[in-house]
């Protein structure tokens, strides 16, 4: 994507250089991979609270917080202005970029459909962090907490996109975001809220299929924000946006971690989906394309 000198976003926020106490950590390697492979996409009962919060915050943290805020524990250093972190690395600015973009696209969008875009909070934060939703550690990717409205990022995830997901390129770094934005647009439409109770009154593996809708309906945002954006676009971006969409199935993640495919345990859905939910938003271009996934919930 070519941003070349648009603006950064000021809702920004660093938690790099603080420390965090509470909480244990995962080793790095194994932390990340167990982030996104199939456990991270949804087993049952506990693992599922846990895995899935690695990534997205869990369930009640996707679905607009099922857990109590949590204060934070660290010895917080003055913090840098939005406008220094985000000028501090190339993919920390393209970052801020992306969510500076994502504010312009969804308040038009929003207000298209007579609603007011609030505009959620970017924190940036370097192996340990601290959110309302609990510690945050870079084993987990990113994630967005419902409580505070922040999307939590370590940009070393990127790297691991890369290397160990073969999903490279600038696009699949703005679809992860994009994706964040997506489930905090869901909270401002109370899409999430409306998810969480219905799944109180389910059986798992029914409340797993209502999280694969939420999920996909995610995806479809990042594809409806790529669509107002086409002209920032360069050749080959989208399928960059596939390739990473494919990577973080729950079929190829489960895959590749197990070797065995659980299906009743999906909780963001299969890579065919994932890239059926993004091509949908970015062919249709509206939220009103992405409204069949949580429709009648």
Same mark, same amino acid.
């Given at each position: ?15 790099? =250089?603080?420390?965090? &106490? /509470? %909480? ?6 194994? $932390? ?7 456990? #991270? ?18 369930? =009640?943290?996707?679905? &607009? /917080? %099922? ?6 524990? $660290? ?7 939005? #406008? ?32 007011r875009y609030e505009a959620p909070v970017l924190v940036f934060y370097g192996g340990a962090g601290q959110s309302a939703c609990g510690s945050a550690d870079s084993a987990m990717g990113p994630f967005y907490c419902p409580p505070d409205r922040r999307i939590y990022l370590d940009t070393a995830f990127f790297r691991e996109l890369d290397r160990r997901f073969a999903a490279p390129g600038d696009f699949a770094q703005a679809y992860v975001i994009a994706h ?118």
């Amino acid at each position: 994507m070519r941003f070349g000198d648009h603006r950064t976003s000021d809702n920004v926020e660093s938690q790099r =250089g603080q420390s965090f &106490g /509470g %909480g244990g950590r995962l080793g790095n390697g194994a $932390g990340m991979l167990i982030s996104l492979i199939g456990s #991270r996409f949804g087993i049952g009962g506990v693992i599922v609270a846990v895995i899935v919060m690695a990534l997205f915050g869990g369930f =009640g943290n996707i679905l &607009g /917080g %099922g857990q109590q805020a949590v204060a934070p524990t $660290g010895q917080s250093q003055p913090g840098a202005t939005a #406008r220094e972190t985000c000028q501090s690395d190339e993919i920390t600015r393209f970052s801020c970029q992306v969510l500076a973009s994502t504010e312009e696209r969804w308040t038009e969008l929003l207000a298209a459909a007579g609603a007011r875009y609030e505009a959620p909070v970017l924190v940036f934060y370097g192996g340990a962090g601290q959110s309302a939703c609990g510690s945050a550690d870079s084993a987990m990717g990113p994630f967005y907490c419902p409580p505070d409205r922040r999307i939590y990022l370590d940009t070393a995830f990127f790297r691991e996109l890369d290397r160990r997901f073969a999903a490279p390129g600038d696009f699949a770094q703005a679809y992860v975001i994009a994706h964040e934005v997506g489930h905090h647009v869901q909270t401002l439409l109370g899409t999430s809220s409306r998810i969480r109770q219905a799944q109180s009154a389910v059986r798992e593996g029914e409340a797993n299929a209502l999280q694969v809708r939420m999920e996909l309906q995610a995806d479809c945002y990042a594809g409806v924000w790529a669509s107002r954006e086409q002209a920032r676009m360069e050749p080959g971006d989208l399928e960059e946006g596939m390739r990473a969409a494919a990577a973080i199935g729950d079929d190829a993640i489960q895959r590749a971690g197990r070797g065995v495919v659980v299906p009743e345990s999906f909780t963001h859905g299969t890579s065919a989906q994932r890239q059926e939910a993004l091509t949908r938003g970015y062919r249709g271009g509206t939220k009103a394309a992405c409204d069949s996934y949580t429709q009648g919930i």
